[in-house]
């Protein structure tokens, strides 16, 4: 195997899309969507995204003994989403490291950008323990980005 | 063994007391706390009684490999609670069956009662088959509940 | 108007169904779906059925200057729901009373149901107080109903 | 006035501690905190810091009709915490600028960081408009750090 898969690879493409919709346990007695839950929106997402890709996450627990784990995510409040607000999620691989995944993810709403997020992801063992990506994981990410850069 | 334990035990009782903090996380775009988010509560007094009683759920997990799941619950909402709020979940047993307690939890604010929830815990293995409620947990219950009324 | 709005009117009839996958977010340390969140989905999956019959929740707070709260609920758990199910929610409504709607909402997996929740919902103006369901709100139900024993 | 308030100000001294138990609700079907509801237990934390330094969102809501929103925050997941838990989250205010907060909270466990939030908060009508943090609070709040550094 030759190590291109070691460097990081940088993805563009068309971002993964996913509709969300608002509900009362979203919101706060501000009126407003409660900031810790546009991390639930993204999670969804992502997990969607993964699905989407070929690469359920049942699949990396069930076949390779591994799952992302959270390690750094950053968050960008612009506008805020309210009640009943038709969201869109959108993902987008940023770097297919050796053994992370960095992703942008952005909460829109019409058209205009409510929050941006940025997470960086770590594969690890079931004891918590990081590492490599499992090629066939990471072969059917690559593939997604392609198909998504053909649509 | 007797079997005392056999029929279900009614215990009455100064009720355990703990108080909760009403937060943003913990209310909706209605202003009041989300009616989900009261067995959130009711949850962690139980979870406190348990510990307070010297029955800690880890306990359970660990030394008996069983742990106590909700069958069945039911809430009666009167007044609202609202962000910034200190309340009061008050908890009693009010009856030991072999394999279920039954408890009731009342919400309450300066004496005010918010809401009544009424919970069926059933002791359930691992694999969530029902079993008996270990004797030492069962003693640990009756001993604080005597503990309870004495004070 | 005859007061045929007074006396409650039972529906039956084939029930809403919304479709809900579960998330970490929904799920707990005990592998199963948190006793507290299928409230979320019953809520998800009511705010779904009023919107399709064409009497969603905004119309009634900027039209109608009222709202449904949630008087009473009750939960039955059946089976656990686990992470990344795909559920169910059939909601019927049960019950038009004057000011209330009573409800009953089944958490089903592939056939099976995991969850049975009934709710008592209040209609109640922005200071709390109970008001009849409005006429147009009240109609929007019944042809929602119409049409569905029609489908 | 002398313009002192219009540059930011750089506060260091002990840091505002809050503690916090782990609740299944917490939790995911991983068995540990569910990344984002570190959020929540920096909000806790930071309504708690406010309130003993004197200066409770109801106050800012009531008297200066504004209060505080997320603007930005970023987090590092070392170490990830489990049920039942002690956690203690540690809060420093790192700059207090003309309409906005930058805090450091540290999510800690028996002394071993296991998370670390930075949030940017800023000072904001009701209507959403960006405005000064009002003299009080920002006195309220360097009063707070200079008491807790004499402590």
Known sequence: ?????????VLSGAAHRFPIRVYYEDTDAGGIVYYANYLKFAERARTEMM?????PHSDM??????SFAVRHCEVDYF?????DDLLDVET???????????????????????????????????TGRAVRVPAEIRAAF????????RA
Chains 1, 2, 3, 4 share one sequence.
């Open 1 to 9: 195997m030759s190590d291109a898969a070691a460097s990081p690879q």
């Open 51 to 55: 699905r989407e890709a070929g690469a």
């Open 61 to 66: 627990v069930n076949r390779f003994r591994c």
């Open 79 to 83: 506008r805020p989403a309210r009640l």
């Open 92 to 126: 987008r691989i940023l770097e297919l490291g050796g053994a992370t995944v960095d992703a942008e993810q952005l909460v829109m709403r019409d058209g205009t950008e409510l929050a941006r997020i940025r997470v960086r992801l770590a594969c690890i063992t079931e």
């Open 142 to 149: 690559n593939e997604y980005h392609k198909s998504q850069e």
